[in-house]
């Protein structure tokens, strides 16, 4: 084995895997565009098997990349798009259908359905809010819909997982089904204080338990890839989630420590530490990364629309033909056009859970034009990150804007106009790491740390350091009319709504 490192980030919109060496450099980069299925208004569904082969593409290209073979690989990491939900044949590994996404929302009704105890009882137990966004009525959905799939479940013929979990059964050539913990925290059937399957949620959903994962640390002996798929048997040491995963590669592992990452969505989370709070203003309570048995914990909120936004101007509406045309036209718009757009396409996430809630474009004068309306796009990502923050800072009890630094990643954090308006809006510094890699870099930290390649967090966050630091120039007037602008045109989505 070699002192090499391959991260593989399997997200929403493509499979990528990076090579990093033993300095945590990236060597080589492999990917591969994902398919995106609509079958009917509001569904969203992958192909399960393109989730597998894409990554598998992806892997072998970074090795080539990087001008290495599988043999200089010391140990895999994977992260992941959480929540998106798998089940497959345990004897042949086909999956029974596509793998429903992450934004699906064909199960509002189901969660609108729940009692208030209910409610409760999931909150209370797992952190989250009872959403379509999470597995638990996403697999309920599946085994009351697919022929046949509730009794062959019950006899232990099928598997379930999120995404990780299907990787690493499909790698392991099917010897290992396992999930790692910040992956098990999303799916609304885990106890995140006891950090178990919880028997009362499975009754809840009719999850037979015979379907579920073994749940491990996020550093841990995940199996080995069979020579047959990868080309080698290379040991699976580090897992998590995607934003579980970026938390960990921007270094936040002091409690009050918080990143942002701007991809498809939003995600937010800020360390808490060691013991889990419940939050009052609408956030999730998290795993943030289990290692050595120890548990730490985050609050997150989740935005569903960001990047995705970007790519409705450049797809649906034609307004621009590539991301980089937004930070000109967002500059040499007009500043004082009040147009607002609330990017609500899958409903709103937090603080506002509101699943039924859809996109609006407020406030369009007669000015209101082409680049108004990119400038509106990219100021609804900070306009939603700040609900996040005031949030946070009211469940957290200490405020997070002044002293505080939000660090960035993810697709929109190469937007310098995007950053700076992020940086006015919050009243704070924004930081962009020079490694922007921070959700497969987190997965490589991990993989590495469990093939000892890799010492503690105190070595690795001295590692850390910005590329670009982006300082509030927002005046507080402007500032505030903003976000009453923003307040009014989400009120204005939501249910009672004054009119």
């Known amino acids: 084995m070699g002192d090499y490192i391959l991260s593989l980030d399997q997200g929403t919109t493509s499979s990528r895997a990076l090579v990093f060496d033993k300095a945590l450099g990236v060597c080589g980069v492999g990917q591969t565009e994902l398919t995106q299925h609509y079958p009917h208004s509001g569904w969203v569904e992958h192909d399960a098997n393109d989730i597998f082969n894409h990554s598998l593409q992806a892997a072998k290209d970074a090795v080539d990349a990087a001008g290495l073979s599988m ?30 996404v ?16 209910q409610r409760e009882q999931i909150t209370l137990k797992t952190g989250l809010l009872p959403d379509p966004y999470f597995s638990a009525t996403k697999l309920e959905w599946l085994l009351s819909n697919m022929p046949g799939a509730r009794g062959r479940a019950e006899a232990g ?7 990780d979990s299907w990787l690493m059964f499909k790698l392991t050539g099917g010897a290992r089904h396992v999930i790692d913990a910040t992956n098990a925290s999303r799916t609304m059937l885990y106890n995140i204080h006891r950090c178990e399957w919880d028997e009362n949620l499975l009754v809840l959903f009719d999850i037979p338990p015979s379907l579920l994962p073994e749940v491990k640390d996020c550093i841990d002996d995940f199996g080995v ?25 921007q270094a936040c592992f002091t409690p009050g420590m918080m990143k942002s990452t701007y991809g498809t969505g939003c995600f937010a989370m800020l360390n808490i530490g060691e013991v889990p709070v419940r939050s009052e203003n609408n956030l999730l309570t998290t795993l943030a990364y289990r290692i050595n048995g120890r548990a730490t ?12 936004a970007v790519q409705w101007l450049r797809d649906e509406l ?50 209101t034009g082409r680049a108004e309306i990119v400038r509106a796009t990219l100021e609804s990502v900070g306009l939603q990150s700040l609900d996040l923050m005031r949030a946070m800072a009211a469940d957290w009890g200490k405020p997070l804007n002044g002293a505080a630094v939000l660090r960035v990643d993810g697709g929109m954090a190469r937007s310098d106009w995007t950053m700076q308006f992020l940086s006015d809006i919050l009243d704070c510094e924004v930081a962009r790491p020079a490694n922007t890699e921070t959700t497969a870099l987190g997965a490589a930290y991990l993989a590495g740390r469990g093939a000892g390649l890799y010492e503690g967090f105190e070595a690795y966050a001295a590692l850390w350091a910005a590329e670009r630091q982006f300082m509030p120039e927002m005046g507080a007037a402007e500032r505030t009319l903003k976000y009453q602008r923003w307040q009014e045109a989400v009120k204005s989505l939501l249910p009672h709504a004054s009119g």
Not at 157 to 163: A, I
Not at 297 to 308: C, H, V
């Open 102 to 117: 992450w934004q699906d929302r064909r199960t509002s009704q189901r969660c609108r359905d729940l009692t208030v105890e």
């Open 297 to 308: 914990y985050a609050l997150e909120g989740s935005i569903f629309i960001a990047g995705a």
């Open 157 to 163: 013929e099928l598997c379930f997982g999120t995404v």
């Open 71 to 100: 043999a200089d690989i010391a140990a895999v990491g994977i992260t992941n798009q959480r929540e998106t939900t798998v089940l497959w044949d345990r004897e042949t590994g086909e999956p029974l259908s596509r793998a429903i």
């Open 318 to 367: 034609k307004l621009i033909k590539n991301a980089g045309e937004c930070d000109e036209l967002a500059a040499h718009s007009n500043r004082d056009d009040p147009v607002v757009l609330v990017p609500a396409f899958a409903g709103l996430g937090a603080p506002y859970w509101q699943a039924d809630a859809r996109g609006a474009l407020m406030n369009m004068t007669r000015g």
């Open 225 to 249: 890839t069979a020579a047959s798929v990868l080309g080698a048997e290379l040991p699976i040491k580090g897992v998590a989630g995607d934003q579980h995963a970026a938390l960990i590669g």
